[in-house]
């Protein structure tokens, strides 16, 4: 992992939405013509996607609110992988 990227800016991508089921109970992200299942990480991740943080801003948050370390390379990986599936921008 380079240093560019815990300074890169993460945002949902415009046509995204982040839902919560509540029927079933899960997180849902909504797409144009799909819905993935997210599990609990991902859906955490994205909820922090708002163009206002950097990556190494949500990686201290998130390991805040799951009481976990080393979590960079974890939070790295799915945010390349969510770009490349065009569900984030980052700037």
């Not at 991740?45 to 801003?57: A, K």
């Not at 370390?69 to 921008?89: E, Q, S």
Request: glycine share 6%; net charge negative; with cysteine.
């Amino acid at each position: 992992m380079d240093e560019s990227d815990l300074t890169a800016v993460p945002k949902l991508a415009t046509k995204a939405m982040l839902r919560h089921d509540g029927v079933r109970d899960v997180e849902l992200l909504l797409l144009p013509e799909r819905v993935v299942l997210l599990n609990k990480s991902g859906a955490a991740i994205l909820r922090l996607c708002d163009g206002s943080r950097t990556v190494r801003e949500l990686v201290a948050q998130l390991e805040h609110d799951f009481e976990a370390t080393d979590l960079a390379n974890d939070v790295v990986t799915f945010l390349k992988d969510a770009r490349g599936r065009g569900w984030v921008v980052v700037t």
